[in-house]
Structure formats: structure tokens, C-alpha cells
């Protein structure tokens, strides 16, 4: 894990503190992630939570996710298996549940559109995206944002969907989402 203090103005009471700005952080600390905790600090002056948003390198063992909110991160070659960039603390944290669940990332997506072409048109209106939302023995949940409620589908469905599916290479810090997930998946 390595850090950098940075100099910060408290946005309720503007007293000046010094916080640690997470740059690059291992595995040890996807749940601080996931909890968004690790954006997160407390006001020494007036105790005001403040969260932060900021670039974020996540390297583990097997796939690596550069966090880029502000689009200005110099990316180089990935030494992993797998690496993602993304541009939203969302699409962030459904990668980390994603890989973390040992799943991949584009046939996730193809799963995500086809739920959403299931769902009736009425109900679609008041949906703002589906996530993907964790799994357990035989059941992936995807969490349909707006109307609080959660689908799922048959793990066995992911993985008819892998084996029939021709998925391209992906190179280094690549964008996997909703728009750019077509370009890498082809159904035989």
C-alpha cells in the first residue's frame, strides 16, 4: 500500500489538515474499498466526515483495476492477468465483486443486458441501471437500482454463456461497461 499526504481545506469549517491519499493498495484493503471507508476522513477542527474522491490503483494477484475519476492517470503495462480502468467508484466496486467472485467482467455485461431486455417495459422505466451484486452457491444477484429489488440468475447461465462465447483480448487498462463490453464478445 502506498500513500501520499496532501494538504486539504475541511469544505464545512476550512481548517487546514493533512490527509493520506491512497495511490496504490493491495488486496488487504478491497473491503475498506468496498465499504468506501477508505475515502473517507474526519475533521480534527469540527469532526465533519469528509469524502474524498480521488485515483486509485488496486493491484492484486490476479487482476489489477486503475480507479480514474478525473481521467488524467498515466497508465502503463499491466503485470496481470487481468486489468480494467474505471472512470466511477460504481463501476469501481462492481469490478472488485466481479473479480473477486473469480468471474468475468464482459460476459457479466452480456448477463446485464440480456436481464435488462427481459425486464417489462414499465418496470424498466423506473430502473436507472442493473449492478452486479455478488453470488452464492448456484445464483448470481444483480441489483436493479431505483426500485430496490434484486433479479438473479443461474450460475449455470454464466457458464453456458462463457463456454458459447468467443470473447477477444483484451489489452492493458481496458474500459469494460454497458457500451464497450460489445466489442469484445462474439456468440457462436
Same mark, same amino acid.
Given at each position: 500500500?502506498?500513500?501520499i499526504k496532501?494538504?486539504?481545506?475541511?469544505?464545512?469549517? /476550512?481548517?487546514?489538515?493533512?490527509?493520506?491519499?491512497?495511490?496504490?493498495?493491495?488486496?488487504?484493503?478491497?473491503?475498506?474499498?468496498?465499504?468506501? /471507508?477508505?475515502?473517507?476522513?474526519?475533521?480534527?477542527?469540527?469532526?465533519?466526515?469528509?469524502?474524498?474522491?480521488?485515483?486509485?490503483?488496486?493491484?492484486?494477484?490476479?487482476?489489477?483495476?486503475?480507479?480514474?475519476?478525473?481521467?488524467?492517470?498515466?497508465?502503463?503495462?499491466?503485470?496481470?492477468?487481468?486489468?480494467?480502468?474505471?472512470?466511477?467508484?460504481?463501476?469501481?466496486?462492481?469490478? *472488485?465483486?466481479?473479480?473477486?467472485?473469480?468471474?468475468?467482467? *464482459?460476459?457479466?455485461?452480456?448477463?446485464?443486458?440480456?436481464?435488462?431486455?427481459? *425486464?417489462?417495459?414499465?418496470?424498466?422505466?423506473?430502473?436507472?441501471?442493473?449492478?452486479?451484486?455478488?453470488?452464492?452457491?448456484?445464483?448470481?444477484?444483480?441489483?436493479?437500482?431505483?426500485?430496490?429489488?434484486?433479479?438473479?440468475?443461474?450460475?449455470?447461465?454464466?457458464?453456458?454463456?462463457?463456454?458459447?462465447?468467443?470473447?477477444?483480448?483484451?489489452g492493458d487498462?481496458?474500459?469494460?461497461?454497458?457500451?464497450?463490453?460489445?466489442?469484445? *464478445?462474439?456468440?457462436?
Amino acid at each position: 500500500m502506498s500513500y501520499i499526504k496532501q494538504d486539504f481545506r475541511c469544505p464545512n469549517c /476550512k481548517a487546514k489538515m493533512r490527509l493520506k491519499i491512497y495511490s496504490q493498495v493491495s488486496k488487504e484493503q478491497i473491503d475498506s474499498i468496498l465499504s468506501r /471507508k477508505i475515502f473517507e476522513d474526519i475533521c480534527d477542527k469540527c469532526k465533519e466526515k469528509i469524502v474524498l474522491n480521488y485515483p486509485m490503483h488496486l493491484l492484486t494477484e490476479n487482476y489489477d483495476i486503475i480507479y480514474d475519476p478525473n481521467e488524467k492517470v498515466e497508465l502503463t503495462n499491466s503485470s496481470t492477468k487481468c486489468s480494467r480502468l474505471c472512470k466511477t467508484y460504481e463501476d469501481f466496486k462492481e469490478k *472488485i465483486m466481479i473479480f473477486e467472485d473469480g468471474l468475468n467482467d *464482459i460476459v457479466i455485461e452480456f448477463i446485464k443486458l440480456f436481464l435488462w431486455e427481459q *425486464i417489462d417495459d414499465d418496470t424498466r422505466k423506473n430502473i436507472t441501471e442493473l449492478r452486479y451484486d455478488g453470488k452464492n452457491e448456484d445464483k448470481l444477484f444483480f441489483s436493479c437500482l431505483g426500485i430496490a429489488k434484486d433479479i438473479f440468475c443461474e450460475e449455470n447461465f454464466y457458464l453456458a454463456i462463457k463456454s458459447r462465447a468467443k470473447i477477444k483480448k483484451v489489452g492493458d487498462y481496458a474500459l469494460i461497461d454497458s457500451d464497450t463490453f460489445k466489442n469484445y *464478445i462474439k456468440m457462436r
